[in-house]
């Protein structure tokens, strides 16, 4: 066992930073402000809403040629959690002769800082945008900066800020350093397991406190499995934007945490002619990616899910585990009929997964039918071919915020009639599900002869109506009507985005 096991090894400013004795609860804001008095990250929500704590964290990509540099909120990542990667703080941007990088000169010359509190966040959000955008649009500078929030209501200087930022030389904007990228290589984590002298998987922690509470990062899914095996009661830690939460606002501080960011498999996407097998723990950015060409609803879903530092760090599976009543993206994976792989390791020390639809994954709020030790570990998203798909998004807010109800629907076009029609929906139900009296009312039918008379029946006999602090019953159930005929009748779909978006 090395003498690094029980350090935070990350890089920093060209240099490798060893963080010893902290809790493994320990945020990154917090360790960035107390210890190392990188006061220009700043803590306003704590809870991944304002940007002001925004840094960018570092990993080799694919090809182990470049560093993959993203925004993220450390007001929400575990400091544990940076081992083997690398981060930048504002401070961090300054060139070596003193000179500011785009980001920063431009908000100075378009006077784009008022108050300043806001602005370390938005100068590395740009800083992120810049390193691969030169020429972007003012609906990509808008989702670049959906994370940021300025209480001086300054935008538009940070907008055009942006855009000359982004202008810039492609050597003034790059992040790349081949100094860091060696030290990356240098303490990159393991990707093989280590084993004892008796043939048995050994997972070292990152951090272990003297009482035996610790933080593991398993590179691999047998070994998550082990460890789960152990401690059925640990906590999987992916992108941490729900454990950061209960961190900040609730004070949990749970014994054993497993951080599943490493594990090999959970980070993997195997793309087939039939479908996308997603591993639990990519994030919600790659998948937008994935499905952005052939499935745009379901893109556009995940754009509004949150900010760009909340979906390069929330993970797919994460968001299914939590099993929250409005959660995003179960909506259009049970639309389309996903399958999830499950893994656990048995009584007898071996590893057998199986497979469970989706729609049958949940067995009330926030409960599902994960057994004791048991994790996601891929998730089978079949690809749309010859059928039609439909999903949108009701929120108070159009971005970043918590739906009132997301509705999605697939189907076959039998010569104009609706065959196998899949609806589901979140926020309806105690847990996201699929509507089967309300697709019978739509099976079989030609768009123009379903009714709103129909749907309403189906979904008064359907749900339990309930009020809530997004919306009250009355308009979530009016919405659910609504957003059916807008994914048959497509012209009241454009006049329903139309009216949403006036």
Same mark, same amino acid.
């Given at each position: 066992?090395?003498?690094?096991?029980?350090?935070?090894?990350?890089?920093?400013?060209?240099?490798?930073?060893?963080?010893?004795?902290?809790?493994?609860?320990?945020?990154?804001?917090?360790?960035?402000?107390?210890?190392?008095?990188?006061?220009?990250?700043? +803590?306003?929500?704590?809870?991944?809403?304002?940007?002001? &704590?925004?840094?960018?964290?570092?990993?080799?990509?694919?090809?182990?040629?470049?560093?993959?540099?993203?925004?993220?909120? $450390? &007001?929400?990542?575990?400091?544990?959690?940076?081992?083997?990667?690398?981060?930048?703080?504002?401070? $961090?941007?300054?060139?070596?002769?003193?000179?500011?990088?785009?980001?920063?000169?431009?908000?100075?010359?378009?006077?784009?800082?008022?108050?300043?509190?806001?602005?370390?966040?938005?100068?590395?959000?740009?800083?992120?945008? =810049?390193?691969?955008?030169?020429?972007?649009?003012?609906?990509?500078?808008?989702?670049?900066?959906?994370?940021?929030? &300025?209480?001086?209501?300054?935008?538009?200087?940070?907008?055009?800020?942006?855009?000359?930022?982004?202008? =810039?030389?492609?050597?003034?904007?790059?992040?790349?350093?081949?100094?860091?990228?060696?030290?990356?290589? +240098?303490?990159?984590?393991?990707?093989?397991?280590? %084993?004892?002298?008796?043939?048995?998987?050994?997972?070292?922690?990152?951090?272990?406190?003297?009482?035996?509470?610790?933080?593991?990062?398993?590179?691999?899914?047998?070994?998550?499995?082990?460890?789960?095996?152990?401690?059925?009661?640990?906590?999987? !830690?992916?992108?941490?934007? +729900?454990?950061?939460?209960?961190?900040?606002?609730? %004070?949990?501080?749970?014994?054993?945490?497993? %951080?599943?960011?490493?594990?090999?498999?959970?980070?993997?996407?195997?793309?087939?002619?039939?479908?996308?097998?997603?591993? #639990?723990?990519?994030?919600?950015?790659?998948?937008?990616?994935?499905?952005?060409?052939? !499935?745009? @609803?379901?893109?556009?879903?995940?754009?509004?899910?949150?900010?760009?530092? /909340?979906?390069?760090?929330?993970?797919?599976?994460?968001? /299914?585990?939590?099993?929250?009543?409005?959660?995003?993206?179960?909506?259009?994976?049970?639309?389309?009929?996903?399958?999830?792989?499950?893994?656990?390791?048995?009584?007898?020390?071996?590893?057998?997964?199986?497979?469970?639809?989706?729609?049958?994954?949940?067995?009330?709020?926030?409960?599902?039918?994960?057994?004791?030790?048991?994790?996601?570990?891929? /998730?089978?998203?079949?690809?749309?071919?010859?059928?039609?798909?439909?999903?949108?998004?009701?929120?108070?807010?159009?971005?970043?915020?918590?739906?009132?109800?997301?509705?999605?629907?697939?189907?076959?076009?039998?010569?104009?009639?609706?065959?196998?029609?899949?609806?589901?929906?979140?926020?309806?139900?105690?847990?996201?599900?699929? *509507?089967?009296?309300?697709? *019978?009312?739509?099976?079989?039918?030609?768009?123009?002869?379903?009714?709103? $008379? *129909?749907? @309403? #029946?189906?979904?008064?006999?359907?749900?339990?109506?309930?009020?809530?602090?997004?919306?009250?019953?009355?308009?979530?159930?009016?919405?659910?009507?609504?957003?059916?005929?807008?994914?048959?009748?497509?012209?009241?779909?454009?006049?329903?985005?139309?009216?949403?978006?006036?």
């Amino acid at each position: 066992m090395s003498s690094e096991t029980y350090a935070v090894r990350f890089v920093l400013d060209g240099q490798i930073h060893q963080a010893r004795g902290e809790r493994r609860t320990t945020t990154v804001l917090d360790y960035l402000r107390e210890k190392l008095q990188r006061t220009g990250t700043k +803590e306003g929500c704590a809870e991944g809403d304002c940007g002001a &704590c925004v840094v960018l964290v570092g990993s080799l990509d694919a090809s182990a040629t470049r560093i993959e540099w993203k925004p993220m909120n $450390s &007001c929400m990542q575990m400091l544990p959690s940076l081992d083997g990667k690398a981060v930048k703080t504002i401070e $961090s941007l300054k060139r070596p002769d003193g000179s500011l990088h785009p980001a920063q000169a431009a908000m100075v010359r378009c006077h784009g800082s008022q108050c300043g509190f806001c602005t370390p966040g938005f100068v590395m959000s740009i800083a992120a945008l =810049a390193e691969h955008n030169e020429a972007p649009t003012r609906g990509e500078i808008n989702d670049a900066l959906a994370g940021n929030l &300025c209480r001086c209501t300054g935008y538009r200087p940070i907008v055009e800020a942006t855009r000359e930022a982004c202008a =810039a030389s492609a050597d003034a904007r790059s992040l790349q350093d081949p100094r860091e990228l060696a030290l990356l290589k +240098e303490i990159a984590r393991p990707t093989r397991p280590t %084993y004892s002298l008796d043939g048995e998987l050994v997972i070292q922690p990152v951090v272990r406190t003297r009482k035996g509470s610790e933080f593991v990062s398993p590179s691999s899914s047998a070994e998550l499995a082990a460890y789960l095996a152990d401690h059925p009661e640990a906590t999987l !830690l992916a992108g941490s934007t +729900e454990f950061g939460l209960a961190v900040n606002k609730r %004070y949990e501080r749970p014994a054993f945490i497993a %951080y599943v960011g490493g594990v090999v498999e959970l980070s993997r996407v195997v793309e087939t002619a039939n479908a996308w097998h997603i591993g #639990a723990a990519v994030p919600l950015d790659r998948v937008m990616e994935l499905v952005k060409g052939t !499935l745009p @609803d379901f893109h556009e879903v995940l754009r509004r899910f949150g900010s760009p530092p /909340i979906r390069a760090t929330a993970t797919l599976g994460g968001n /299914i585990a939590n099993g929250s009543p409005i959660g995003d993206s179960m909506p259009c994976l049970i639309a389309l009929g996903a399958t999830l792989v499950l893994k656990r390791r048995n009584a007898k020390r071996k590893d057998e997964t199986r497979r469970v639809a989706l729609e049958a994954f949940y067995t009330g709020q926030k409960r599902t039918v994960l057994q004791p030790g048991e994790f996601i570990e891929t /998730i089978e998203c079949p690809k749309p071919g010859v059928r039609q798909f439909r999903a949108h998004k009701i929120s108070k807010r159009f971005d970043q915020d918590i739906s009132a109800t997301c509705a999605a629907m697939s189907w076959r076009d039998d010569g104009g009639v609706l065959r196998d029609v899949r609806l589901a929906y979140n926020g309806l139900t105690p847990s996201p599900a699929r *509507a089967p009296k309300i697709e *019978a009312v739509l099976e079989g039918k030609r768009p123009a002869d379903v009714s709103a $008379s *129909a749907l @309403d #029946a189906a979904i008064a006999a359907s749900f339990t109506p309930r009020d809530g602090l997004r919306a009250t019953w009355a308009y979530r159930s009016l919405v659910a009507r609504n957003l059916v005929l807008g994914f048959v009748q497509p012209e009241l779909r454009a006049e329903a985005l139309h009216a949403e978006g006036a």
